[in-house]
């Protein structure tokens, strides 16, 4: 069996989404400083000069390394989109980031103990059509996506930068910041596939692949997928009074499974 304590490989050159949740799915952002304290460590490592500590202790300099595209920041979990250039800067970030954030938390809340469920998730991204979704399913977690504050929706549709964040290589796949902004926003076929389905289905069971996912309007997921090469999704679902399979084509199928959270009106994805 393998050894848990094993470091995983992630590759250089590769676009990532990186998420992590509370220990027992608790909440780790508590109050406005929470969030900033945590936004404010990518600033340590990513900012386009080296940072010190009050020592003249230089941190980990990861500018070059990795690229924080898009990020999220939720009660109890987060989500980051990343470029990795070498193939353990990402592993470095993460581990930095995290680190820093228990000693803060643990400090200003007199608790002992792990913070975060455990190791940091990451999944390959491997198509730009992927990347736009992720992008969106990432700004979409919160119910108030336009005004929340947490997240980086602001940076790619208003005239807003920061040194730490590259929003670059999601934007200049759309026309403008208004049609990311409309990409966003755009989620009224998914809606109608989403109440068909769940009219239609008594169990209100879906199967398919790899992304789990529980408490989405109510419904509960033994799994979601994305169709090979990205150009198409075949789901089944299972619990109709008959057996339904369709294939629709990448930007319809991933309206569906990756913006229901949104239309379902959950606050945040429980992961």
Not at 167 to 173: A, R, T, Y
Request: charged share 20%; proline share 4%; glycine share 8%.
């Amino acid at each position: 069996m393998p050894s848990r304590n094993l470091e995983k490989i992630y590759l250089p050159d590769t676009y990532y989404h990186v998420y992590n949740r509370g220990v027992n799915k608790r909440r780790i952002f508590l109050d406005d400083e929470d969030y900033r304290v945590f936004l404010n460590l990518f600033k340590r490592y990513l900012s386009n000069e080296p940072q010190f500590d009050n020592k003249h202790r230089e941190y980990p300099w990861l500018h070059d390394d990795i690229e924080l595209l898009a990020f999220c920041l939720m009660p109890n979990h987060f989500h980051l989109l990343v470029y990795q250039v070498s193939d353990k800067a990402m592993t470095a970030l993460l581990r930095g980031v995290c680190t820093a954030y228990t000693g803060y938390f643990n400090k200003k809340y007199a608790r002992v103990g792990h913070l975060f469920q455990d190791r940091f998730k990451a999944s390959m991204i491997t198509t730009d059509g992927y990347l736009q979704h992720i992008s969106r399913y990432i700004h979409l977690n919160p119910r108030e996506y336009t005004t929340w504050s947490y997240s980086s929706y602001a940076y790619y549709t208003q005239n807003k930068s920061a040194e730490w964040l590259q929003p670059g290589k999601i934007i200049e796949l759309f026309p403008s910041t208004s049609a990311y902004a409309e990409f966003v926003a755009d989620y009224k076929t998914s809606k109608i596939l989403w109440t068909t389905l769940h009219q239609n289905s008594p169990t209100r069971s879906f199967q398919g692949g790899s992304l789990e996912g529980r408490g989405l309007g109510g419904l509960d997921f033994a799994g979601l997928s994305v169709g090979e090469g990205g150009s198409k999704g075949v789901g089944a679902v299972i619990g109709f009074r008959y057996f339904c399979e369709a294939q629709v084509d990448s930007h319809h199928f991933l309206n569906l499974f990756f913006i229901c959270p949104a239309v379902a009106g959950d606050s945040h994805l429980d992961l």
